[in-house]
């Protein structure tokens, strides 16, 4: 007889098999088959729990299966789910006046995914580039740093300084800058009259966690002012509480011209990104200029809409901010040769290795924590924002573990 733990070590098993043989390579994932989830926990195949300090790389912010966003999509499912833009649908104004009013931001574009914003945001510059700053046509650049990740479109890697993400993928789309973060004469060495954007993440996320150095937001903010260059915000990963602020930029104080926001804004149930600027802005769209079938539809409206309540009513920025402050401190506390940096705000958090962070991610796992490594060494750390002071504690005395066993 088969007892339960060997057959659903084997339905793992076979789980792994058929993603691998049926699905394109593109991703090495942990061997952990998850089943389930709630709050800060998934389970796999075998009922192990897991705290999940990967989080869908920030857009679980709220938690697994959160009962109000997950009420909010079964019951919009059941009355309207997509209708596409060529008719007015119920549910759209009310999102769109509660995005921009969370965002502080005049109008939004909504899209799905969040390279979908970027792109967005791409043409939205280049528009404004030439029909407001004057360009000479078709000579608009956008100024975008190292190790950034805005997404992987065709467009998107044109501007990655990541050989990976760009080998043989060419020919790359013209019109990108790529400087240095943290580097205010580099950027302002660039600055010309044929800059329409300077586009950035105000904390590199897939880059590493990185931070940059303080100040650099709002000096390379005024540049932007200086030289009449719009300065674009991508806090499709930083945004909606997860550095302990509702975005990453209110640290600095900065209203950014176009924000780009998604992951967190769908619950961790739903696609839903958007693109937020001032109204004249993005009245340079007009009919036909831009659009997407599934952009604004009245299931992604409905999620999108809890998972902002949530992250209001539930105080997560807040929560970030402190469970964030304690972590990164007990974090910093561990003394072990191999880590070489611990950075990061509220509850987006990096351990740095002097080598390969994945052997770390492995023993982690086995002392039941979700984690994984990002360009390598960094180990990035960034549960649901609904994490307790006890889970804290949890996961640094797992890390503490898992550094012996690694
Ligand atoms: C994840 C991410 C994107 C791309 O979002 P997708 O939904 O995967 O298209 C863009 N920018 C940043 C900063 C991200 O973290």
Redesign the pocket.
Same mark, same amino acid.
């Given at each position: 007889m088969t007892t339960s733990l060997e057959h659903t070590d084997r339905l793992a098993a076979e789980c792994i098999a058929k993603e691998r043989r049926y699905g394109a390579p593109n991703y090495a994932p942990l061997d952990v088959v998850i089943a389930r989830g709630e709050g800060v926990f998934v389970w796999d195949t075998a009922g192990n729990r897991y705290l999940d300090c990967i989080s869908a790389?920030s857009a679980v912010n709220q938690g697994h299966c959160h009962p109000r966003i997950r009420e909010a999509l079964i019951d919009q499912s059941s009355r309207l789910t997509l209708t596409s833009r060529a008719v007015c649908n119920d549910r759209l104004g009310t999102f769109l006046e509660q995005l921009t009013r969370y965002c502080g931001q005049e109008m939004a574009l909504p899209m799905n995914? =969040? @390279?979908e914003a @970027?792109e967005t945001a791409i043409k939205l510059a280049r528009r404004w580039g030439y029909r407001v700053k004057g360009i000479p046509t078709e000579r608009a650049r956008i100024i975008v740093c190292a190790d950034n990740?805005? /997404?992987r479109t065709t467009a998107v890697i044109s501007a990655s300084s990541e050989p990976q993400y760009r080998a043989d993928f060419g020919p790359y789309l013209p019109g990108f800058t790529i400087v240095p973060f943290g580097d205010l004469d580099a950027l302002r060495s660039t600055l010309d009259e044929t800059v329409c954007a300077f586009l950035v993440?105000p904390i590199q /996320?897939?880059g590493g966690v990185n931070v940059p150095p303080s100040g650099y937001l709002t000096k390379a903010y005024a540049l932007c002012r200086e030289h009449d260059v719009l300065f674009i915000a991508?806090e499709?990963?930083t945004g909606f509480g997860r550095t302990g602020a509702r975005f990453a930029l209110d640290h600095d104080g900065i209203a950014p011209d176009v924000l780009l926001v =998604?992951?967190a804004l769908g619950g961790g149930f739903y696609?839903v990104?958007a693109a937020l600027a001032s109204r004249s802005l993005l009245e340079l769209f007009g009919p036909g200029d831009h659009g997407s079938t599934f952009g604004g539809n009245p299931l992604a409206c409905e999620v999108a809409r809890a998972a902002i309540a949530v992250t209001v009513e539930e105080r997560l920025a807040e929560n970030a901010r402190d469970r964030g402050d304690e972590l990164l401190h007990r974090l910093r506390a561990v003394r072990d040769e191999r880590i070489v940096d611990v950075r990061g705000k509220g509850l987006l958090i990096g351990v740095e290795f002097d080598r390969s962070a994945r052997p770390f991610a492995e023993a982690l796992l086995a002392h039941g924590i979700l984690a994984k490594e990002t360009h390598e060494c960094v180990l990035r750390i960034a549960p649901p924002l609904v994490l307790t002071q006890e889970q804290v504690s949890r996961i640094a005395s797992a890390f503490e573990s898992g550094l012996v066993a690694a």
């Open positions: 790389y995914t =969040g @390279v @970027v990740f805005h /997404g993440e /996320g897939e991508d499709i990963q =998604g992951k696609p990104s």
